[in-house]
Every structure is written in C-alpha cells, then in structure tokens.
C-alpha cells in the first residue's frame, strides 16, 4: 500500500545500496551545490535565488516524508504556513531577532507536526492523504479567523528582517542570501543524514513493506510519526526563512494549494531522489515567475506538468537521470 | 414566542434548515466518492471541479441555448458525467494498475487544469442562476418560513442517494458492481465485463457531482471556485463516515451539515472547523471512521 517510490522510480530502490563510486558522486555534487550557491547571487537576481532555495527546502523536507517513509501528505501547508506566520509575528510584534524568529517558527511546526503526524498516522494510504489536508485546511480556518495574529486578509506585511544575532544588518538582500543559503545547506545535509542513517533505512523498510517490518520487531508507527514531525519541523523552517525574505505571511503559505504545489515540485524533480526536490523547486518556481503575466493560467500549465508527470514521467527529472547514469542520485 | 436556549425560533429553524441544504450536499458529493473509490480505489480530487462543472453545464444551458432548469437537471449530469467517461478511459486507465495515490494526484491536476479554464473564461465573481419559477416563494409553516426551492433541494437529494443506495445494494447490476469491488478478477472471469462497469461507475460518480452542482447553482453564485473548499469539507465527512458503507455516505452527510447549521448558531465562530475537529474526536475514538470497515 504505501510502497509508492519504490514501486514506480527504481532510482529509490538502488538507493539503500551506497558504494563508495557513489558516495563520491555524490560528494562530489555536493560541492557543486556549494560552489552553485556561491556564485549565484552575482549571476541571478538574490530575491529569485532565496525564493527557490526556501522552496527548495520545503519540497526536500515533504520528499523526506513521501520519497522515504512512503506517506503522502496533502496538508504540508499548514507547517509551512503557520511557521511562517510566527516568525513573522514575532519578528515584527516582539522584536525577535531573525535566528530566533525562524527558530520560533520552525519549534511551532514541529509541536503542529507531532499533533497531527499522532493524528494522521492512524489511518494509510489515501486516507493519511485526506486526513492531512483536512488539518491543513483547519490551520487555514484559523489563520483567516485570528486577524489579530495573522492579518486575516491582508497577511503581516513589512516584517523587518532585523540583525542577524543582534549584530549584523540584514536589509541588504546579498547579506540576507548567505544566512538562506546557510539554512538551506544545513538542511540539504542534515536530510541526506537522516536518510541514510539507521533510521532512514527502517524508513525505507517501513514503505516497502510494513507489516514485514512489523515482524522484525520494528515499531512502525514511532519510525512514521518520526519521519513526519522530521518533515513538519523542516517544512516550517522553511516556511520561517520564506517570511523573513519577503517579510510577508499570508494566507496564500497555508492554502491547500501550497501543498498540491509541494507535491508537484517533488514529483517534477523527481520522488525519493535526494537532490530531485531541487530541481523540482526550480523549475517550478521559475516557471511561475515567468508565467504570472499569464494569470490564472498558470494554474492550467501546472495541472497540466502535474498529469502529464503522474502518466508518463514518474522518475521526475532526476530519477531519469539517475537511471541512466545507473547511480541513486 | 417562546425561545431555545436564548435563541430565537426563526433563526434556529433557518440554521437547521441551511445545515440539512448544506448536508444534502455533502451526501450526493460524498456518496459518489464512495461508489468512485468502491470500485477504483482513487479519491477523486477533481468532484470537486465536477460539481462546479454542473453548475456552469446549468447556467450555459440557461444562457447559451435558453434551456430551462428542469432540462439542465437531466442534461448536465448527461454531459459531465460523459467527460467522466473520457477521463476514465484516457486517463485513469492507465495508471490503475499503480499505487492508488497516483490516481489522487491525477485527479488533483485534473480538477487544478478545470478550474483554471473555468477562472480564464468567467472569472472568479460569480454569475447569478435565477431559482425556476415553478419553485419561488414558499411555505408559511407558522414557525418558520420555508422557501420551496430548499426544500425540493432537500426532497431531491433525498431521491437521489435513497435511489443510489437501492441500485447498488438492491439490483442485479449492483451486486456486479459490489462482487466487482471485492474480487474484480474473480468477476471478470464469470463473464462480467469489469473494465465497462469501471467506466460506467466514474461517470455515473462524476454525473452525482454534476447534479449537486445544478441543485447549488440556484442556492449559490456560480464561479470556478465552488468546489474547490467544499471538496476538502467532503473529504473531512468522508472521514467521519468511512468509506464502508452507501448507507454510512448518506447519514454521515446529512447529519454534518446539520450539526454545522447548529453550530452557526450556538457558536459562529467554530462553524467552519466543526466539521474538522469532529473528524479529529472519530479518528481517536474509531480510526476507520463511523461505518467503516477497519482494514
């Protein structure tokens, strides 16, 4: 039942297997990635590059989720969302600092994460999908019903981005991108760990073949709702950064179709593929940079990349890749 | 007049009876998911865009061809639920044999592609859809007023879900479609044409959507983003209820939208989250929601 990425992207399944050609491949990109993010604030405009790196982060934390514990959450919004709203809310009314506004942020995701992940885990399959969204949906119930936390409507605007530990100023959007990028890489790092750790192996495990793991004495449930608060709390982080970089929250981070927009990115990059989410994050983003002039058919490309995705191009972008080159990517 | 609880008698009359519109609505829409999942084993995120769908089916009919409403109520279901057929047959075909949550993200881009067309074409405003004639006004019922048009959307819904229910639990063609549920592959080989009955049962799920939609589209403005929140609503109702039973769809619905109603009046500012954390208190006490089975 839940045997999703490892039915359909053989990239995932090759993936429990890591020689050492491919952990130097993959050492290798990671400092391609580094080196990438080095550069790009000279080449791109910073506010694009942090706007995909905050994505970017979203979609590796909901790939976590799916790719490797097999669970598909419909509700990623609402720990995207309400982390942001905190962060902003706090930023702005108590006058946080900017690590700790975002760490406020990302420790509310987390106590959301583990009370609905407690909730969600109970059922499977397409139900765990349903559940997810509706919480997600009571999240944006509340988020337009509390305007005096969240603004209702309007969102909390002009967020300041404040000093970096009291010290260093970061209205300048190139200071701003290295603490982004720094977050982002910690969090790229700290996935990759995760995944290939005992627990990520159980993980994998679990989304195989569960009731096997049940029998080999492995308590699935705790290694599920693990994984999901794991994904809550990295959604919220960035969801946290996202509101200090545009030093807005609004409704649009809670909707449900932000998390129908996580989904695509995953699926776009590639699912259960380590770095696919970036991709994916990417090319989504850039599209809608680059279509908005096309209004409301942005929405018809997207369901469009989305069907087309779910019938012909199940490995996504990188899981092509990574069935060419024969190396989990 | 005698009062309930402080609460004067029209205003909780007219509550109960906007909870039992609301519930009927939630029951054809979540009694067709039930019969699209019995046999497909998708949640079909696009009912929500079908549903609009049957309402724009119903005010194009009234403003492109002059057809009235009566024709609209048979007509839309026809030819929404023929795009049901087409969608099926190109599209979920092919992805049956994979993980069914496939098939959700499927209908998910699906109902994002519809919802677009619709927003490019007539905007998200709303367009108005006059109640038939034969239908305005309404009865004096000594305590409350009761418009004509609510109550045949409540008479009509009740037809449609009692009549759903006695097809599949009743007739010959229903019990092909409950053995086709259990075993398809067993089914298939005593001679019953399986691939035909999925077809027709998407498009038969999808033709229920549509009809909710013409029944609304008199009650609320007609645009594009219909469906969308009612859906998530639905999936919170399908929760509650499970997915078991046709019955459980039926029950479950009317009695959300009822306890939604009261809630508008006792206490407005949980309305719209009623219906979720009840979802929240059913998977604590009974995972597998209300009548349902547990897997």
Redesign the interface.
Known sequence: ?T??AS??TPAAAVLTETDDSTARLHRNLFIAIAALLVIAPFVAYPVFVMKVLCFALFALAFNLLLGYGGL?S?GHAAYFGMASYVSAYTAKNWGLTPELAILLGTAVAALLGTVFGA?AI??????F???T???A??VF??S??TPRFTGGEDGIQAVPRGKLFGLISLADDRALYWLVAAIFMAGLLLIYRIIHSPFGQVCKAIRDNEPRAISLGYRANQYKLMVFVLSATLAGLAGATKAIVFQLASLTDVY?SMS?EV?LMT?VGGLGTVFGPIVGALVIVSMQNYLATL??????V??????L???LF?EGIVGVIAKAIKKPL | MFELLGIPPQALFGQVLLGLINGSFYAILSLGLAVI?GLL?I?NFSHGAQYMMGAFVAWMCLNYLGLNYWVALLLAPIIVGATGIAIERL?LK??AH?????G???T??????????F??QYGSSGLPYAIPPQLSGGQNLGFMFLPNYRAWVIFASLVVCLGTWFLIEKTKLGSYLRAATENPTLTQAFGINVPLLVTLTYGFGVALAAFAGVLAAPIYSVNPNMG??LI??V??V??IGGMGSIMGAIVTGFSLGLIEGLTKVFYP?AA??VI??I??LV??VK??GLFGRQ?
Do not use: K, S
């Open positions: 039942m045997d999703l039915t359909d598909l419909f909730l109970r059922r499977q399959g397409i139900y999908a349903m559940i969204l509706a919480l949906q009571m119930f509340f337009l019903q449900w129908g989904v699926l209004g409301a058919w942005v929405t018809v997207q369901g469009v990349i989305f069907v995705c779910v019938l199940r | 999942f084993n949640i599209l092919r992805i994979l993980d069914h949550l496939y959700l993200l499927l998910f881009g699906l109902a994002l592609i519809i919802q677009g067309l927003r490019n969308g929140d998530i609503v999936f919170a399908v929760v500012e719209a989250t979720f954390i979802m929240v998977l604590l995972p597998a897997a």
